[in-house]
């Protein structure tokens, strides 16, 4: 395990690193998630062992630290994983990342480009969404207030997000992860898909294929996107067919 400090208070933001060789590639998670859980058989899967893997946990999340006084806006969230990257000497960074961690990566990109070489994005945010107090995720996190939240919001998420993801999700700091949730739904100025749109470097998004055509899809690729989708999986595209998901990202990569 590897840290650098993020913040002027000296907030840690912690990752599980894995020796190779460059360029560095760097898994970040989603919402409520870590990136150790959700990445660690792609990391050392064949196709894509052997370089140098940072599996990095954003704050509040994990391993890494909780600070109260962070805001968790994407911009945030980019800036401090900015930091950490540079505190370890990685530039040129190949980044996996998946549904917020993949909205905070095109952040990270747009601010900070000389840091990402590549993106492969996993079902990743790219608009607003629309707060619905009946729906998993963010949408239904930003349905009720930060108070109401933490005052026994959280304990119907507990219910709803189910046993896989609430094993994750029970580890980060219920305060980052509504604020987290809340600057997500929001989203950025310009969008995170207008953002994508921009990008010079080679990028890549992944859906899965039960979810129908991805809305917005001629357009990501009319922009030099690659979209996949991917089959038998749902939002989780990575645990849920990892060979797929595997063989896929390499091509990516290559």
């Known amino acids: 395990m590897r840290n650098a400090a993020v913040t002027p208070r000296g907030d840690l933001m912690r990752w599980v690193e894995l020796p190779g060789r460059d360029a560095p590639r760097v898994y970040v998670h989603g919402l409520g998630s870590t990136s150790p859980a959700y990445f660690t058989e792609s990391a050392v899967h064949p196709?894509?062992?052997?370089?140098?893997?940072?599996?990095?946990?954003?704050?509040?999340?994990?391993?890494?630290?909780?600070?109260?006084?962070?805001?968790?806006?994407?911009?945030?969230?980019?800036?401090?994983?900015?930091?950490?990257?540079?505190?370890?000497?990685?530039?040129?960074?190949?980044?996996?990342?998946h549904s917020m961690g993949g909205s905070v990566a095109i952040v990270l990109a747009a601010r900070h480009p000389?840091?990402?070489?590549?993106?492969?994005?996993?079902?990743?945010?790219?608009?607003?969404?629309?707060?619905?107090?009946?729906?998993?995720?963010?949408?239904?996190?930003?349905?009720?207030?930060?108070?109401?939240?933490l005052d026994g919001g959280w304990e119907k998420l507990r219910d709803t997000a189910g046993p896989h993801w609430w094993s994750t999700m029970r580890l980060a700091d219920p305060t980052a992860l509504h604020r987290s949730a809340v600057r997500l739904t929001r989203g950025t100025t310009p969008t995170m898909r207008e953002l994508l749109l921009k990008l010079p470097?080679?990028?890549?998004?992944?859906?899965?294929?039960?979810?129908?055509?991805?809305?917005?899809?001629?357009?990501?690729?009319?922009?030099?996107?690659?979209?996949?989708?991917?089959?038998?999986?749902g939002h989780n595209i990575m645990l849920d067919n990892p060979?797929?998901?595997?063989?896929?990202?390499?091509?990516a990569l290559a």
């Open 47 to 97: 196709l894509l062992a052997g370089h140098r893997s940072l599996l990095i946990d954003l704050l509040g999340h994990g391993i890494s630290d909780r600070p109260a006084d962070f805001d968790y806006s994407l911009e945030s969230h980019a800036d401090a994983l900015a930091t950490a990257l540079t505190s370890a000497g990685v530039s040129g960074a190949e980044l996996i990342a």
């Open 114 to 149: 000389e840091l990402v070489s590549r993106l492969v994005l996993i079902d990743a945010n790219l608009d607003p969404i629309t707060p619905d107090p009946n729906a998993p995720g963010s949408s239904g996190i930003t349905a009720c207030s930060e108070r109401e939240f």
């Open 201 to 233: 470097i080679p990028r890549t998004f992944f859906f899965p294929a039960a979810d129908g055509p991805f809305p917005g899809a001629e357009g990501l690729e009319a922009a030099g996107v690659r979209v996949v989708a991917v089959p038998d999986c």
């Open 243 to 251: 060979e797929v998901f595997a063989r896929e990202t390499a091509a």
